[in-house]
Nanobody, 113 residues
Framework: QVQLVESGGGLVQAGGSLTLSCAASDRTFSSYTMGWFRQAPGKEREFVATITSGGLTNYANTVKGRFTISRDNAKNTVYLQMNSLKPEDTAVYYC???????WGQGTQVTVSS
């Protein structure tokens, strides 16, 4: 069974930075569009960013210019570099690999004001 394992979450002050990682156990990782989503308490899960197999990226307007998604296919890993963090970025962040790779377990990001 394919696994996606996120890491890198934590507590950071507003204006700070964090980098999330999502490692996939599937050797076909490089073929798939990968994405990051987040869910804040009491809210629905929302789109953050995606990156295609060819490296094309797309971002939610709320994170554009602050977050960067990237991937290392040799390591079967997708990253989310988060800069200029705001308290409203506080959420559980989930990695997604579509219907084939599914969802990771999530990693908590908390931004204090």
């Amino acid at each position: 069974q394919v696994q996606l394992v996120e890491s890198g979450g934590g507590l950071v002050q507003a204006g700070g930075s964090l980098t999330l990682s999502c490692a996939a156990s599937d050797r076909t990782f490089s073929s798939y569009t990968m994405g990051w989503f987040r869910q804040a308490p009491g809210k629905e899960r929302e789109f953050v960013a995606t990156i295609t197999s060819g490296g094309l990226t797309n971002y939610a307007n709320t994170v554009k210019g602050r977050f960067t998604i990237s991937r290392d296919n040799a390591k079967n890993t997708v990253y989310l570099q988060m800069n200029s963090l705001k308290p409203e970025d506080t959420a559980v962040y989930y990695c997604n690999g579509g219907s084939k790779l599914g969802w990771g377990q999530g990693t908590q990001v908390t931004v204090s004001s």
